[in-house]
C-alpha cells in the first residue's frame, strides 16, 4: 500500500470489468467564470507563461492531458477518455453509457471545476465511484471540499491498476502522443502534417532535486524521490523508434523534469542512437548543474535542440545553480544551435522594489531563445507552503484559482506588496520582448548558429538535424523574419534592424529560394500578424478542441 494513498488497497468490486471515465476539467478555460476559469490563465503552454506579451508574435498551442492518457493505456478495463470537454459533453457522456468509475483529473487551479465535476457525477450517474487524480489532491483538506470517493496523491497508473485487480508492475505503455496540437503563430495556423510536430515521451514524474517551491518535486515524493516509468536508456530507444514509425517523427518533447540529470540513461540512448543512425532532435527539462555534466558534443550528439533550464538569481539561496554561470551557458550552448527556454522566478525572499528591476535585466541579459518568467509561489503541497503556513504569512483570501504564479503572490512578501508583484512580472515580460524582439526571431538566430557550426561535422545524423532545421529556416521562417522586420519598423527600430541583419545573413547563406520565400511570403504574414494584433485587441482567445477516444470499448 502506498503510504501517501491509503485508498490504495482497495478494490473495485467489478475489477477490469468495471467502466471508466477520465476526464479532465470542462471548458471553456481563456475567461473569467464562477469555476475558476480566467482570462490570463488559458489552457496554453507559451501564451499563458513565456510568450505571452508578445502579441501576434506569441507562439500558441494546446497540449492533451497526458496523464489520464498514460493511465487510459495501461488498464484493460473499457475505458472512455474525455479531454477538454465542455460541461455539456460531460454531462452526455455520464448519461449515454453506464460508468462504475469516473476518473477526474486537475491541478489546484481547477478546484471549482473539480467540485462541479463531481456534483454532476453525483446527480447524473449516482452509482459510479469518483476518483479525482492529479496535483489538486495536494490540497490539504480536499476531502471537505469536493465530493469524491477517493483522492489519489502521486502516482496514478499503479494505483488505477491496482484499484482494478491488475498487476501494477507490469511494463508501462507509452501512449503515442503527439505533443503539440493547433499551433499558431502570426495569425497563422500552421499545417498538422504527419510527424510536422514532435512526439511527448514521458521517462518519469518527479525530480529528486526537491526545490522548497517546486510542485511535481514534492507530488512525487520530494527530495531524492521520483517515479521511473523507464530506468534505462535501451528502454527509451524502442519507443521513440516506434513512434518514429507509426507517427513518423523525428523529434521528441521529453517531458521529464530533469532529463540530463539521469547520465546513464542518456549515455545509453545516445549510444543506441548512433548504432541505429538516428538524427533525432529532442527539447528536454534539465537543471544547469546537469547540462555542466555534458559536454557541448555529447548534448549535440544526443540531439538535443532545445532545454528549458531555471535561470534563478545569482543570489537565491537554491543550490541547483550553484558555480554555473547561466548567462555564459546560455550563450554556449546557442552557439551550439540548443534554443534555450530560460525561467525566471519573480519575487524571491531576496527581491525589493529597488533591486528588483535589475534582477529582470540579469535575467533578460540571458538573451534566451524563449523567456518564462513566474511569481515565486507557494503552492499546497510543497515544503515552502507548509513553511510561509507556520510562519502566517499565507493570504487567506486569495482563490486556488488565482494560486499560479502569473497573477499576484498569495503570501505576505518581505518587502513586495500583492499589487507590485503584478506590475514587476508584467514588466520582466515586456521588458524581455522589448530587449530581445519576438521569441520566434532569436530561434531563427540560434538555428544558423548551429548550422554553421555544425554542416560539415563527422557525424551524418548531426549535419542531416542541423539541414532540416536549415530547411525551415530558407523557407517559412525566413519569410517569417521578412514579416517581423517590417512589423517593428516603426514600433522598435533596433529590434527590426537586428531582425533585417539575420535575414540578410540567412540569405546569403541560401540565396535565391530563400530571397523568394522572403518576399512571395513575408507579406501575407505581414498582413495575418496585423490581423491577429487587431483580433487580440478586441479579446480574441484559443480554446482547445474536445477529445473522446474510447479503448477495450464493446459497445452494448
Ligand atoms: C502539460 C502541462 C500543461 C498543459 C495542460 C495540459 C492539460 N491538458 O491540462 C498546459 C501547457 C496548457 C498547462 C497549463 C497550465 N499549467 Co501545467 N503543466 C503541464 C506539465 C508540464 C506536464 C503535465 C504532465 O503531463 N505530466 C506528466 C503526467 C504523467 O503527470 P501528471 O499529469 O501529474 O499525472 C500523473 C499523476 O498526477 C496522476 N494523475 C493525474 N490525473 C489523474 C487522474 C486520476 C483519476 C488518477 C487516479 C490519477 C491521476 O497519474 C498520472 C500518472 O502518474 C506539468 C509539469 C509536470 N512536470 O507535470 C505542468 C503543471 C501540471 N502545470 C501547472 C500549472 C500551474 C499550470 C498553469 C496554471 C500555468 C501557470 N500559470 O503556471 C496552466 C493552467 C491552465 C488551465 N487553465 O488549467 C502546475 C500545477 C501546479 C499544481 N500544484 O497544481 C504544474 C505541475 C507545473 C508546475 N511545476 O508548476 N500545463
Ligand atoms: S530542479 Fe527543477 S524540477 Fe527539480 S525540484 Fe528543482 S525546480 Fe523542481
Known amino acids: 500500500m502506498n503510504p501517501q494513498n491509503p485508498s490504495?488497497?482497495?478494490?473495485?468490486?467489478?475489477?477490469?470489468?468495471?467502466?471508466?471515465?477520465?476526464?479532465?476539467?470542462?471548458?471553456?478555460?481563456?475567461?473569467d467564470d464562477e469555476f475558476g476559469s480566467r482570462a490570463i490563465n488559458p489552457m496554453e503552454l507559451y501564451h499563458n507563461q513565456v510568450t505571452r506579451a508578445q502579441g501576434a508574435f506569441s507562439l500558441r498551442m494546446f497540449h492533451r492531458s497526458w496523464g489520464i492518457m498514460m493511465i487510459q493505456s495501461n488498464i484493460s478495463a473499457p475505458c472512455t477518455l474525455l479531454d477538454f470537454p465542455t460541461r455539456e459533453a460531460?454531462?452526455?457522456?455520464?448519461?449515454?453509457?453506464?460508468?462504475?468509475?469516473?476518473?477526474?483529473?486537475?491541478?489546484?487551479?481547477?478546484?471549482?471545476?473539480?467540485?462541479?465535476?463531481?456534483?454532476?457525477v453525483r446527480k447524473l450517474s449516482p452509482h459510479s465511484t469518483?476518483?479525482?487524480?492529479?496535483?489538486?489532491?495536494?490540497?490539504?483538506?480536499?476531502?471537505?471540499?469536493?465530493?469524491?470517493?477517493?483522492?489519489?496523491?502521486?502516482?496514478?497508473?499503479?494505483?488505477?491498476?491496482?484499484?482494478?485487480?491488475?498487476?501494477?508492475?507490469?511494463?508501462i505503455k507509452h501512449p503515442a502522443i503527439v505533443s503539440g496540437i493547433q499551433t499558431r503563430a502570426m495569425g497563422m495556423r500552421l499545417p498538422e502534417r504527419r510527424g510536422s510536430t514532435a512526439a511527448t515521451i514521458i521517462p518519469s514524474v518527479g525530480c529528486p532535486m526537491g526545490c522548497s517551491?517546486?510542485?511535481?518535486?514534492?507530488?512525487?515524493?520530494?527530495?531524492?524521490?521520483?517515479?521511473?516509468?523507464?530506468?534505462?536508456?535501451?528502454?527509451?530507444?524502442?519507443?521513440?523508434?516506434?513512434?518514429?514509425?507509426?507517427?513518423?517523427?523525428?523529434?521528441?518533447?521529453?517531458?521529464?523534469?530533469?532529463?540530463?540529470?539521469?547520465?546513464?540513461?542518456?549515455?545509453?540512448?545516445?549510444?543506441?542512437?548512433?548504432a541505429g543512425g538516428k538524427s533525432w532532435g529532442m527539447a528536454v527539462f534539465a537543471s544547469a548543474n546537469a547540462i555542466k555534466s555534458y559536454s557541448m558534443q555529447e548534448l549535440v550528439e544526443l540531439g538535443i535542440s532545445w532545454v528549458w533550464m531555471g535561470l534563478e538569481s545569482p543570489h537565491s539561496v537554491y543550490s541547483k545553480l550553484k558555480g554555473t554561470d547561466t548567462r555564459e551557458l546560455t550563450h554556449e550552448m546557442r552557439s551550439h544551435g540548443i534554443r534555450v527556454q530560460g525561467s525566471t522566478i519573480i519575487g524571491l525572499e531576496h527581491h525589493?522594489?529597488?533591486?528588483?528591476?535589475?534582477?529582470?535585466?540579469h535575467a533578460c541579459s540571458h538573451?534566451?531563445?524563449?523567456?518564462?518568467?513566474?511569481?515565486?509561489?507557494?503552492?499546497?503541497?510543497?515544503?515552502?507552503?507548509?513553511?510561509?503556513?507556520?510562519?502566517?504569512?499565507?493570504?487567506?483570501?486569495?482563490?486556488?484559482?488565482?494560486?499560479?504564479?502569473?497573477?499576484?503572490f498569495n503570501f505576505q512578501h518581505a518587502a513586495i506588496s500583492r499589487e507590485d508583484s503584478k506590475r514587476f512580472l508584467d514588466w520582466a515580460f515586456w521588458h524581455d520582448f522589448e530587449a530581445n524582439g519576438p521569441s520566434l526571431y532569436r530561434m531563427c538566430q540560434t538555428m544558423l548558429q548551429g548550422w554553421r557550426r555544425y554542416r560539415d561535422y563527422p557525424d551524418p545524423r548531426v549535419r542531416e538535424r542541423f539541414e532540416r532545421e536549415m530547411q525551415?529556416?530558407?523557407?517559412?521562417?525566413?519569410?517569417?523574419?521578412?514579416?517581423?522586420?517590417?512589423?517593428?519598423?516603426?514600433?522598435?527600430?533596433?529590434?527590426?534592424?537586428?531582425?533585417q541583419a539575420l535575414r540578410k545573413e540567412v540569405e546569403s547563406e541560401s540565396g535565391f529560394f530563400a530571397r523568394l520565400s522572403a518576399r512571395a511570403v513575408g507579406p501575407l504574414l505581414l498582413w495575418t500578424s496585423r490581423r491577429e494584433e487587431r483580433r487580440l485587441a478586441k479579446g480574441k482567445t484559443y480554446e482547445p478542441p474536445t477529445f473522446l477516444e474510447r479503448t477495450n470499448w464493446a459497445s452494448t
Request: glycine letters at 8%; proline letters at 3%.
Open 367 to 408: 538573451e534566451t531563445d524563449f523567456h518564462q518568467f513566474m511569481l515565486y509561489t507557494p503552492v499546497p503541497g510543497t515544503p515552502l507552503y507548509r513553511e510561509m503556513k507556520d510562519q502566517g504569512r499565507l493570504l487567506d483570501a486569495v482563490d486556488f484559482a488565482d494560486i499560479h504564479g502569473q497573477f499576484k
Open 130 to 171: 469518483i476518483i479525482v487524480g492529479g496535483h489538486v489532491t495536494a490540497i490539504p483538506g480536499i476531502e471537505h471540499m469536493v465530493d469524491a470517493d477517493h483522492y489519489v496523491r502521486g502516482e496514478g497508473i499503479s494505483w488505477m491498476r491496482r484499484y482494478l485487480g491488475e498487476d501494477d508492475s507490469a511494463p
Open 8 to 31: 490504495s488497497s482497495i478494490t473495485h468490486p467489478r475489477g477490469t470489468r468495471a467502466r471508466v471515465l477520465l476526464s479532465s476539467v470542462f471548458g471553456p478555460y481563456a475567461q
Open 472 to 499: 525551415k529556416l530558407r523557407t517559412g521562417y525566413n519569410a517569417a523574419l521578412w514579416a517581423m522586420e517590417h512589423q517593428f519598423r516603426s514600433v522598435n527600430r533596433s529590434v527590426s534592424e537586428k531582425i
Open 90 to 120: 460531460f454531462a452526455r457522456e455520464l448519461t449515454s453509457h453506464e460508468y462504475e468509475i469516473v476518473g477526474i483529473s486537475s491541478i489546484i487551479v481547477n478546484i471549482g471545476k473539480v467540485r462541479e465535476m463531481c456534483r454532476m
Open 213 to 274: 517551491f517546486c510542485t511535481t518535486s514534492s507530488f512525487f515524493g520530494g527530495k531524492g524521490n521520483f517515479h521511473n516509468f523507464y530506468e534505462t536508456g535501451d528502454e527509451l530507444f524502442d519507443i521513440m523508434e516506434g513512434f518514429e514509425t507509426s507517427l513518423g517523427v523525428q523529434t521528441f518533447f521529453i517531458m521529464d523534469e530533469n532529463f540530463l540529470l539521469h547520465r546513464k540513461r542518456a549515455m545509453q540512448l545516445l549510444e543506441r542512437m548512433k
Open 352 to 361: 525589493t522594489p529597488a533591486n528588483i528591476t535589475g534582477e529582470i535585466e
